[in-house]
Every structure is written in C-alpha cells, then in structure tokens.
C-alpha cells in the first residue's frame, strides 16, 4: 500500500509532511499548509479511469526549498516539484534530481509516459516565480543506442555529470561517460 511505502519519507521531512487519510498535508515555510486529495482507490469497484489517481510524498529537499511527490493513476503518473514558501507546482514526468543550490533541477525520461518506453531525452528545469520552467530538452539517442541513464552528480549549478550503460544490444564499446554544461548559448551536451 501506497502509505506504508510513503511513511519513512513522510518521517524523515521531520514534521514537514504528513498523511491523514487520503490527504497528504505539506507545511509550507510560509505556515500555510498545501494538501494533496487521493482520488477514488484504482482498486475499489469504480471504473479504471482518469478518476483513479494518488500522491505518494517521496522526499522534503529542505536545503532546496521543495517537496517532491509523485502522482500516480491507474497506468502511468509524473513526479510534482513543489515550492516549500509558495506551494506552487510544477509537473514534471521523472524524479527530478537538483543542483547543489536547488535552482536547476534535471531529469531523464525514458518515453512518453515516464517510463522505460521510447526515446530516452534529458531536460533542465531552471527554478522561475516559485515554479521550474523547462530551459532545456534533449533526445540522448545520439550514439547511445540502447542504453540506461544515470546521474553521476552535479559538479556546479551548471554543469552535471551522466553515464550511459548499454544494453546488451549495444555495441561492446562499455559505458559512455559524458556532461551537460550551461554555455554561453545555452546547455550543451560534452563528451568525456
């Protein structure tokens, strides 16, 4: 169940976050508090539709002024960054993974849906107003082929750190290390 696997993220926000019911109640820094309603249960007796849907409170990034969340439905879900002083939100399709000063948030998408499905791409999200607009979108199939993602770390607030693992239908050539680094024209994609 989706609040057991929630409770010790919900605890480690120390007071931050909490669940009652079908509610997840998030404690802005402004002391207004910003709540999430679970829609009916995907598994009760109602029609598998658009009204089936949940929050699942995954983290309270303190030191980055936002709770992330993931919403679920019944096929799919995105992840929601939210301001910890405004509460406004910004819907985003993966776990967004934030730059040391929390201002540059970045995610890698494995498809439409979020999922392991389709054309793998990365994007920046640069925090604007109390929300992340999008800076940045990127297909990573250039010479990557078949190939998981993941995030070696941020180096600065603009320049990230990533590593391609092929797949077995990938070429014997091994993992592929490679940057994104914020440029005088924008982010770039730089091969190590």
Not at 71 to 95: A, C, F, P, W
Not at 145 to 167: K, T
């Amino acid at each position: 169940m989706i609040v057991d696997r929630e409770a010790p993220s919900v605890e480690a926000a120390g007071g931050a976050a909490e669940r009652n019911g079908t509610k997840l109640l998030l404690h802005l820094t402004s002391g207004k508090i910003q709540t999430l309603t679970d829609g009916p249960s995907c598994f009760d007796d109602l029609p598998k539709t658009s009204s089936c849907y949940g929050y699942e409170f995954i983290r309270y990034e303190r030191a980055h002024g936002v709770f992330v969340v993931h919403q679920y439905h019944y096929e799919g879900g995105e992840h929601i960054i939210i301001d910890d002083r405004s509460g406004k939100l910004t819907q985003l399709e993966s776990d967004p993974y934030f730059s040391p000063n929390g201002d540059t948030a970045l995610e890698l998408v494995y498809g439409e849906d979020g999922y392991y499905s389709g054309q793998p791409r990365t994007s920046i999200w640069r925090r604007h107003g109390g929300r992340f607009i999008l800076e940045w979108s990127k297909p990573l199939t250039d010479g990557y082929g078949e190939a998981s993602f993941s995030i070696l770390g941020w180096r600065s607030n603009e320049h990230v750190d990533l590593e391609a693992v092929p797949s077995l239908s990938w070429s014997d050539a091994g993992a592929r290390r490679f940057s994104i680094k914020r440029a005088a024209n924008g982010w770039q994609v730089i091969e190590r």
